[in-house]
C-alpha cells in the first residue's frame, strides 16, 4: 500500500463534502498539473491518503482511500488528463496544520513541507504514521 495526500480548497470541496459521497466516493477531477496527474496514475485501489485543507485551515483533517484508480478525467475531453476516485475513510480526532508538519523532525523530507503547492503528493510511511500519532490515531 502507498500513501498519499490529496488537497483541496474547502470553499471548492470540503472533507464535509467527501465525507457525504459515502463508499461510492468522488472523482478527484480537475487537476491539471503533470506531477500530480501521475501521482494518481501510480495510485491502486486501496491506497491510503490524508485529506488537507488548503488556503483555508492549511491542515490535515482526514484519512482517504482510493476507490477506483486512475482513469479518464470527466471535467476535461483533454484525453491527457486522468484521475483517481477517492472515498473518507475517517477524520481525524485531531486536525494536523502545515505549522506542525514544518516543526516536525519527522516530517522534514515531506513533499508539504518543502513544496505545499503540489495538489497530489505522496507520503512515505513514516511520514503517514507520524501524522497519524500527531493527529491521536
Given at each position: 500500500m502507498a500513501f498519499w495526500l490529496f488537497k483541496s480548497e474547502p470553499d471548492t470541496w470540503?472533507?464535509?463534502?467527501?465525507?457525504?459521497?459515502?463508499?461510492?466516493?468522488?472523482?478527484?477531477?480537475?487537476?491539471?498539473?503533470?506531477?500530480?496527474?501521475?501521482?494518481?496514475?501510480?495510485?491502486?485501489?486501496?491506497?491510503r491518503g490524508f485529506f488537507y485543507h488548503s488556503n483555508v485551515g492549511k491542515e490535515i483533517v482526514g484519512i482517504v482511500e482510493v476507490c477506483r484508480?486512475?482513469?479518464?478525467?470527466?471535467?476535461?475531453?483533454?484525453?491527457?488528463?486522468?484521475?483517481?476516485?477517492?472515498?473518507?475513510?475517517?477524520p481525524l480526532p485531531r486536525a494536523v496544520t502545515l505549522e506542525e508538519c514544518k516543526a516536525s523532525p519527522d516530517l522534514a523530507g515531506m513533499v508539504l513541507v518543502g513544496n505545499s503547492r503540489l495538489s497530489v503528493q505522496p507520503v512515505t510511511e513514516e511520514q503517514f504514521a507520524a501524522i497519524c500519532r500527531m493527529a491521536g490515531l
Open positions: 470540503s472533507w464535509d463534502q467527501q465525507v457525504a459521497k459515502g463508499d461510492e466516493g468522488e472523482e478527484w477531477g480537475g487537476v491539471r498539473n503533470y506531477q500530480a496527474r501521475n501521482n494518481m496514475r501510480a495510485m491502486v485501489t486501496g491506497d484508480e486512475a482513469s479518464h478525467d470527466s471535467t476535461t475531453d483533454d484525453p491527457r488528463w486522468e484521475c483517481v476516485w477517492i472515498k473518507a475513510v475517517k
